[in-house]
């Protein structure tokens, strides 16, 4: 069993950034692929970014490359999605996931937390 637990979300104005993060505890941190997702209001849950076990790998969603950027600490058991020119169209609830199956979108993200609230004002 894993738990996940996010922080670091908030009202930004348009062009700020965030940086959220994803810390875990339970089973072995390095052995989870780590993904993020969000939800906005209305909305289907969509995929955001992944990082490899090492960090050395990460994919992302087409509407945040370039902007955000995924990362994880092994030695603290955390991850990170730093989130740049934020845009109001980044508002969502955002969801860091583990899996040990699973990368970017294909595959099935075996834990989830429980969310933080990301707002983009305009």
């Known amino acids: 069993q894993v738990q996940l637990v996010e922080s670091g979300g908030g009202l930004v104005q348009a062009g700020a950034s965030l940086r959220l993060s994803c810390a875990a505890s339970g089973r072995t941190f390095s052995r989870f692929v780590m993904g993020w997702f969000r939800q906005a209001p209305g909305k289907e849950r969509e995929f955001v970014a992944a990082v490899s076990w090492s960090g050395g790998s990460t994919y992302y969603a087409d509407s945040v490359k370039g902007r955000f950027t995924a990362s994880r600490d092994n030695a603290k058991n955390t991850a990170y999605l730093q989130m740049n020119s934020l845009k109001p169209e980044d508002t969502a609830v955002y969801y860091c996931?583990?899996?040990?199956?699973?990368?970017?979108?294909?595959?099935?993200?075996?834990?989830w937390g429980q969310g933080t609230q990301v707002t983009v004002s305009s």
């Open positions: 996931a583990a899996a040990t199956r699973a990368w970017g979108t294909s595959g099935e993200y075996d834990y």
